[in-house]
């Protein structure tokens, strides 16, 4: 059984059966709390380089450059990380069920699905308590939203995050192993921290913001047709309404990326999502609609919103094996 003996797999097979195993892991277990996350140690490394490099007294060209600086020095780092753990798994005969284990922490299956669900129970309870919750898996002020507001938000967090956080890591783990799943968290992480257009990391944080448009680019498109894939085996979604929505509002989008699996999420529950909002200390955003159904959500969609994400989820997994499957059946 493959519990009590080291398996054997050839090079390029291993990758996706790891994957399978990561994403089992996530999903059962998600993020051990006693354990370090990688990600806060990026997160420390930029706060870091944030403070000693992105200055008031440089002018814009100078913290331009020296954003770039800091873009290249966090993303070597992650890749030069996921090389040497990958050199020291390699050397060992169980050194598979380390990297399956780092991989699985590096996505957010079970974290997402987690804070889906309190969202939810939270509306159920109050706006206060609804407001807290979401406020853990959002980047805007949240103080004012009433019940749509909130209910909308989560899910397009949900969108958002089935893309960079569950899409983009397997995606770029099975093109580039562990030194390119740990260059993507770092761009990710980069991004979130510093990639903002707020006074203080417009010029600094270009090179993330752009370096992260590139890094999602492929996975973000493939994260919208594996939600609209998804909502055809959801009661009460729509995998058509999904995918021609998708084609037809990703592009209204701010960002290059976002659009494709919010708009495939919104098209898929018949919402109409995005729209004007309020970044608190960042500059409020007047947004077009993406899908034009009900902007009035509710804890029932935000529910509806979860199922969808697992079934999406677990696409990820069927594709994994696809991928696999077809390798040992060429080779064989």
Known sequence: MLLFAAPDWPVGLAAPVIL???????AV????????????????????LDRALNRESHGHAARMVLGAVAVLLVTGAGAAAGWA?????????WGW????????????????????????????????EARAAVRHIVGRDVRTLDE?????????????????GVVAPAFWYLLLGLPGLLAYKAINTLDSMIGHRSARHHAFGRAAARLDDLANLVPARIAGALIALAALTIPGAAGDRAFRTML????????????????????????????PRDYGDHAAADTAWLGDGRTAAQAADVR??????????ALVAVLAAAIAAGWAL???
Not at 148 to 164: F, K, L, T, V
Not at 257 to 269: D, I, R, T, V, Y
């Open 29 to 48: 277990i998600g993020d051990p709390r006693w354990l370090p996350h990688p990600v806060r140690l990026m997160g420390g490394f930029v706060a870091l």
């Open 248 to 275: 037809r509002d990703a592009r209204l989008h701010s960002s290059p990326n976002a659009g494709w699996p919010e708009a495939a999420m919104a098209g898929a529950l018949g919402l109409a999502l995005l729209g």
């Open 85 to 93: 753990v990958a050199e020291q798994v390699a050397a060992l005969r």
């Open 97 to 128: 069920v380390a990297e399956a284990a780092l991989v699985a922490v590096l996505l957010a299956q079970r974290g997402m699905a987690d804070h889906m669900v309190r969202v939810a129970r939270a509306l159920d309870a109050g706006l206060d």
């Open 148 to 164: 749509p507001g909130i209910s909308r938000a989560a899910i397009e967090s949900c969108a958002e995050n089935y893309s960079d």
């Open 330 to 332: 060429g080779a064989g």
């Open 304 to 313: 509806r919103a979860t199922r969808l994400f697992a079934a999406a989820c």
């Open 20 to 26: 399978l195993i990561a994403l089992a892991l996530d």
